[in-house]
């Protein structure tokens, strides 16, 4: 399964690496950005910003894929 494969990958990237995910490659039009280096607390934050902001209870695995193919190397000016 592919996406099985890419959150692997995700997870098993070198910590030291700050990653980015940006809630409007998700949801059009939210500018909700979180950063950090743990892939999966990353995750735990995403989950609470959309139940709170957009009200999703739980994460169907489509949704959780678009998330995990969404993380990205945060820039270095953290734009």
Same mark, same amino acid.
């Given at each position: 399964m592919?996406g099985?494969?890419?959150?692997?990958?995700?997870l098993?990237?070198?910590?030291e690496?700050?990653?980015?995910?940006?809630?409007?490659? #998700?949801?059009?039009?939210?500018?909700? #950005?979180?950063?950090?280096?743990?892939?999966r607390?990353?995750?735990?934050?995403?989950t609470?910003?959309?139940?709170?902001?957009?009200?999703?209870?739980?994460?169907?695995?489509?949704l959780?894929?678009?998330?995990? #193919?969404? #993380?990205?190397q945060?820039?270095?000016?953290?734009?």
């Amino acid at each position: 399964m592919r996406g099985s494969s890419v959150a692997r990958v995700l997870l098993h990237q070198s910590t030291e690496m700050i990653r980015e995910l940006r809630c409007g490659d #998700v949801f059009e039009g939210c500018s909700y #950005v979180e950063q950090g280096s743990d892939i999966r607390e990353l995750m735990v934050k995403f989950t609470a910003h959309l139940r709170e902001v957009h009200h999703v209870d739980s994460l169907t695995p489509e949704l959780r894929i678009q998330a995990m #193919v969404a #993380v990205r190397q945060a820039r270095p000016n953290g734009d």
